[in-house]
């Protein structure tokens, strides 16, 4: 069955252009059990964006009726610099080849770094969770550009420009490139154990990923920033397991005001989760702070 994409075009009572919505159907308990179109969101999915003074998407992707909802599905195709998402892909490559394992340590050498969590040993768990740059930036020139390039192609993970000389930077500046969309298929096959690799390697990858585990639910995702031509944007990629279902999930957002960026950190996720929380696929009571350590 071909993927249901409820497109602006074919729902006239939306009240803006661009903006995809949904409604939810709910269980005895008020939690969610389906996603409906409804027009009366699209306002709503725009104030979560307002409130943090952002601009950007939101695209997920509900399985179990094979469809995709979110928030300016216009964006949805547009190509961005994957920043710290790529430690997913760049785990899952080095696992694979043997570059680490699952109790790998990044030993630290004394030098300055620009975040003090990140200047001590960090195993391969927590250097993912503090969002060590140094680290996966060793950890790619230990992969090499060759055997980058090559698993990444195998991996159908697109879009980077990968060379000798940027093999350590390209996913944070430079050419390469991913849309919402593509982070979306990408983590739906990891989630899956569809990759062309090893359950081994899927099944660790995905237990380094948890952010959050819950009564209710459980979040695995990665946050991302980077800038370009002087300008923030930022990601969450991941999903959330909630009674019995998986939506996945990739928001990216902009600052609307480039000067004032000290909620955009924690906003990043954030977005995700009040959307997961309007949608009634989350409690409504939820914590809204930030793991420690998804700031980049």
Not at 79 to 106: C, M, Q, R, W
């Amino acid at each position: 069955m071909k993927t249901k994409i409820i497109l602006i075009s074919f729902l006239a009572c939306f009240l803006t252009g661009n903006h995809l919505v949904a409604q939810q159907a709910t269980d005895h308990q008020g939690m969610a059990t389906s996603i409906k179109p409804d027009a009366d969101s699209a306002s709503v999915l725009k104030s979560i964006f307002d409130k943090y003074d952002l601009a950007g998407t939101i695209i997920l992707f509900e399985p179990a009726n094979d469809r995709y909802f979110g928030y300016n599905q216009a964006l949805w195709d547009s190509g961005y610099l994957p920043a710290s998402t790529f430690k997913i892909p760049n785990t899952l490559i080095g696992l694979e080849t043997g570059v680490i394992d699952t109790n790998h340590i990044f030993r630290w050498k004394g030098e300055k770094r620009r975040l003090p969590q990140w200047e001590q040993d960090l195993p391969l768990r927590e250097a993912f969770r503090v969002s060590c740059v140094p680290c996966f930036q060793e950890l790619a020139r230990k992969t090499g550009p060759e055997r980058m390039k090559s698993y990444l192609e195998k991996l159908g993970y697109p879009g980077m420009d990968v060379r000798p000389g940027n093999i350590d930077l390209f996913w944070l500046e430079g050419t390469s490139r991913i849309t919402p969309r593509q982070q979306v298929e990408f983590i739906r096959r990891l989630f899956d154990e569809k990759l062309p690799l090893r359950k081994s390697v899927m099944q660790a990858m995905k237990a380094i990923m948890v952010n959050e585990i819950t009564p209710g639910y459980t979040l695995s995702g990665k946050t991302g920033w980077a800038i370009r031509n002087g300008n923030n944007f930022g990601w969450f990629v991941g999903y959330l397991e909630t009674k019995g279902k998986v939506y996945f999930v990739a928001t990216l957002v902009v600052p609307k005001d480039q000067k004032q960026v000290e909620d955009f950190a924690s906003a990043r996720k954030l977005i995700a989760m009040e959307v997961f929380r309007q949608f009634g696929l989350i409690p409504g009571n939820s914590k809204e702070t930030q793991s420690p350590g998804l700031k980049k």
